[in-house]
Nanobody, 132 residues
Framework: QAQVAESGGGLVQPGGSLRLSCTASGFALDSYTVGWFRQAPGKEREAVTCISSTDDRIYYADSVKGRFTIARDNVKNGVYLQMNELKPEDTAVYYC?????????????????????????WGQGTQVTVSS
């Protein structure tokens, strides 16, 4: 069955780095919009970054711009999220989401950040904790 899964979370000190991976099985992720979301305790789910299926549109939340990078690794049928200069406020469960049915593509072509309900596949999340 088609699915995505995250890995790479863990505990890191402020200023440190982590790389999260999102890998797909059952479909080719390179033709899908991919987004990363995060949710901290007591907070709403937040869009962190997303990349269009054609890789010509990328969105970063202001809170992570300049520190996080999303990129594809098509050999591994995946996408990674490189997180540098981590801050305690980055602590959250991070989720990978993918869409290949056009909903997120339309959103990004319109200059809009795709909503969570516009993605078709979600991973189970990986915990990132930034603490000294």
């Amino acid at each position: 069955q088609a699915q995505v899964a995250e890995s790479g979370g863990g505990l890191v000190q402020p200023g440190g780095s982590l790389r999260l991976s999102c890998t797909a099985s059952g479909f080719a992720l390179d033709s899908y919009t991919v987004g990363w979301f995060r949710q901290a305790p007591g907070k709403e789910r937040e869009a962190v970054t997303c990349i269009s299926s054609t890789d010509d549109r990328i969105y970063y939340a202001d809170s992570v711009k300049g520190r996080f990078t999303i990129a594809r690794d098509n050999v591994k049928n995946g996408v990674y999220l490189q997180m540098n200069e981590l801050k305690p406020e980055d602590t959250a469960v991070y989720y990978c989401a993918a869409d290949g049915l056009g909903n997120t593509a339309r959103a990004m072509s319109q200059g809009r950040v795709p909503r969570p309900d516009e993605y078709d596949y979600w991973g189970q999340g990986t915990q990132v904790t930034v603490s000294s």
